[in-house]
């Protein structure tokens, strides 16, 4: 079952432009994570905020969360076209493994 | 240091055939997933094993699906006999504690049943 939807499905901007892609669940979590899956290759793990935070950066990355509405958004700054990959929020169910959206295509073109 | 290692990266078979594939996670990591991937279906988790044990296989579409996981170093996946709906990309993944942190992805293995 799909505990994360990613919203939009497909993003394209032009670089330098912010790209913000939201996240909705279902159940209640302990945590949320974020994974960029560029084409032909396996996800890549790029950040985690517990239950208990509200927001977190790492680089140009920045995420939020808002367990009163179960929603997390990623926002991207000053993107670049290496950015362009598909990203897929991943929840946990308490005594389950990650759940995994469909993602969010972003295309950043030069 | 290396990630988690799959084989084969693409398998080409016939209907009906067995498919194994195979995976080694990171070393130290006791916790293991397959999952597959599909335009229609996205990202779905198969199995999981936490310390060699298979922990949630709920996942796994039908009885001609198995995986094992022998020891910590190597895990399989095992279609028999497959079908063409069961053309994916399978993923594996292993995670250094019970599978709610971040998990490693192997690059995949692209399967075509024709």
């Known amino acids: 079952s799909q505990q994360g939807e990613e919203d939009p499905q497909a993003l394209s901007i032009q670089e330098g432009e912010n790209a913000t892609m939201n996240c909705s669940y279902k159940?209640?979590?302990?945590?949320l994570q974020w994974y960029r899956q560029n084409s032909g290759r396996g996800l890549v793990h790029l950040i985690l905020?517990?239950?208990?935070?509200r927001e977190k950066h790492s680089g140009r990355l920045r995420v939020t969360l808002d367990t009163s509405k179960k929603s997390s958004s990623l926002l991207i700054t000053a993107s670049r076209a290496a950015d362009t990959a598909s990203y897929f929020c991943a929840t946990d169910q308490a005594g389950t493994a990650l759940i995994f959206g469909k993602g969010t295509t972003l295309s950043v073109s030069s | 240091d290396a990630g988690v290692i799959q084989s084969p990266r693409h398998e080409v078979t016939e209907m009906g055939q067995e498919v194994t594939l195979r995976c080694k996670p990171i070393s130290g990591h006791n916790s293991l997933f397959w999952y597959r991937q599909t335009m229609m279906r996205g990202l779905e988790l198969l199995i999981y094993f936490n310390n060699n044990v298979p922990i949630d296989d709920s996942g796994m579409p039908e009885d001609r699906f198995s995986a094992k996981m022998p020891n910590a170093s190597f895990s399989t996946l095992k279609i028999q006999p497959s079908e063409p709906r069961d053309s994916a990309v399978y993923f594996c993944?292993?995670?250094?504690?019970?599978?709610?942190?971040?998990?490693?992805f192997g690059p995949g293995t692209r399967l075509t049943v024709t």
């Open positions: 159940t209640s979590i302990n945590n």
């Open positions: 905020i517990r239950s208990n935070e």
């Open positions: 993944a292993s995670s250094s504690a019970s599978g709610m942190w971040e998990q490693y």
